[in-house]
């Protein structure tokens, strides 16, 4: 099977079989990521892909689910999309869902009829980047879009019907920042249908262009246990009935749970590991365990 970038893939999804349908990332500027610097972006030939999915059983035995590969899947076509469905239920009949990672920007040539039809063949929970609905983050970060650019692209996943996972970046906003984040990506995300979010917290990486900002006093880090009070303020204000993930290796905690029903649990708990574990505890994991 062809894997040009590698398997990049978040924790939940490890029984998953993936599939390459794109290579490298078709933004490759954020400031804060480190992946895929050696590798130019390419949309994978349908003929390559179909030898790929041929191949699935051998590697993957009956998968339920597809993870698309590499930092974002959803930037192929609409015609490739819908050509890799029909040829995964041909060959891979155990298939019931197939998602990936994706950009808000991905979704741009893509209309609210070709997205439901693209649920209607089993399209499901792509892992959108959103990052932030702040629009100082976003420009600082070098994401490429604004907030309203992606309120729009969610507004159109959710009217026809294609459910998400979105993921908040806990201190991307750096020192004395993390409020403004916390609330604006809520708001972001209010009446949107997001099947689960999951967080992690920003370690920089070395080489990128957030660490040179860090090397050259340009940008100061967030401390851990306000990221923390960030985390409990996003909680607060989110409004949507969803899943909260923290199983990434950077967080200090790991919980899965329903909201807003366990909200207040996870806000007390956050409390609690604040109190009772501490700043410099808290750094000494993070560092440890950087983002991935």
Same mark, same amino acid.
């Given at each position: 099977?062809?894997?040009?970038?590698?398997?990049?893939?978040?924790?939940?999804?490890?029984?998953?079989?993936?599939?390459?349908?794109?290579?490298?990332?078709?933004?490759?500027?954020?400031?804060?990521?480190?992946?895929?610097?050696?590798?130019?972006?390419?949309?994978?030939?349908?003929?390559?892909?179909?030898?790929?999915?041929?191949?699935?059983?051998?590697?993957?035995?009956?998968?339920?689910?597809?993870?698309?590969?590499?930092?974002?899947?959803?930037?192929?076509?609409?015609?490739?999309?819908?050509?890799?469905?029909?040829?995964?239920?041909?060959?891979?009949?155990?298939?019931?869902?197939?998602?990936?990672?994706?950009?808000?920007?991905?979704?741009?040539?893509?209309? $609210? &009829?070709? @997205? *439901?039809? =693209?649920? %209607?063949?089993?399209?499901?929970?792509?892992?959108?980047?959103?990052?932030?609905? +702040?629009?100082?983050?976003?420009?600082?970060?070098?994401?490429?879009?604004?907030?309203?650019?992606?309120?729009?692209?969610?507004?159109?996943?959710?009217?026809?019907?294609?459910?998400?996972?979105?993921?908040?970046?806990?201190?991307?906003?750096?020192?004395?920042?993390?409020?403004?984040?916390?609330?604006?990506?809520?708001?972001?995300?209010?009446?949107?249908?997001?099947?689960?979010?999951?967080?992690?917290?920003?370690?920089?990486?070395?080489?990128?262009?957030?660490?040179?900002?860090?090397?050259?006093?340009?940008?100061?880090?967030?401390?851990? $246990? &306000?990221? @923390? *009070?960030? =985390?409990? %303020?996003?909680?607060?204000?989110?409004?949507?009935?969803?899943?909260?993930?923290? +199983?990434?290796?950077?967080?200090?905690?790991?919980?899965?749970?329903?909201?807003?029903?366990?909200?207040?649990?996870?806000?007390?708990?956050?409390?609690?590991?604040?109190?009772?574990?501490?700043?410099?505890?808290?750094?000494?994991?993070?560092?440890?365990?950087?983002?991935?």
């Amino acid at each position: 099977m062809h894997f040009t970038s590698g398997i990049n893939r978040p924790p939940f999804e490890r029984d998953s079989a993936y599939l390459q349908v794109t290579s490298g990332c078709s933004h490759n500027r954020c400031a804060f990521c480190g992946y895929f610097k050696d590798t130019g972006f390419k949309r994978s030939p349908i003929a390559e892909i179909e030898e790929d999915i041929k191949e699935i059983p051998k590697y993957f035995g009956a998968p339920e689910r597809i993870f698309l590969q590499a930092a974002d899947g959803f930037a192929a076509t609409y015609d490739v999309l819908m050509r890799t469905a029909e040829l995964v239920h041909e060959y891979v009949p155990s298939v019931k869902t197939i998602g990936g990672y994706a950009r808000i920007d991905d979704f741009l040539d893509k209309s $609210v &009829e070709q @997205l *439901r039809a =693209m649920h %209607e063949v089993c399209y499901s929970n792509p892992y959108i980047g959103v990052e932030s609905g +702040d629009d100082v983050i976003l420009e600082r970060v070098h994401k490429g879009y604004d907030a309203k650019t992606a309120r729009e692209q969610l507004e159109k996943l959710t009217a026809a019907g294609l459910p998400i996972i979105a993921n908040f970046l806990n201190g991307i906003g750096g020192k004395d920042y993390g409020l403004s984040h916390a609330q604006l990506t809520a708001k972001l995300y209010e009446g949107i249908n997001i099947s689960m979010i999951e967080v992690s917290s920003l370690t920089l990486i070395p080489r990128t262009p957030l660490h040179y900002q860090k090397t050259k006093g340009k940008f100061t880090e967030a401390g851990e $246990v &306000e990221r @923390l *009070r960030e =985390m409990q %303020e996003f909680l607060r204000r989110l409004t949507n009935e969803t899943i909260f993930l923290s +199983d990434h290796i950077s967080m200090p905690f790991f919980v899965k749970a329903p909201l807003p029903e366990k909200k207040s649990e996870i806000i007390e708990a956050i409390d609690h590991i604040i109190d009772e574990v501490g700043e410099e505890a808290l750094r000494t994991h993070r560092e440890l365990n950087p983002i991935m």
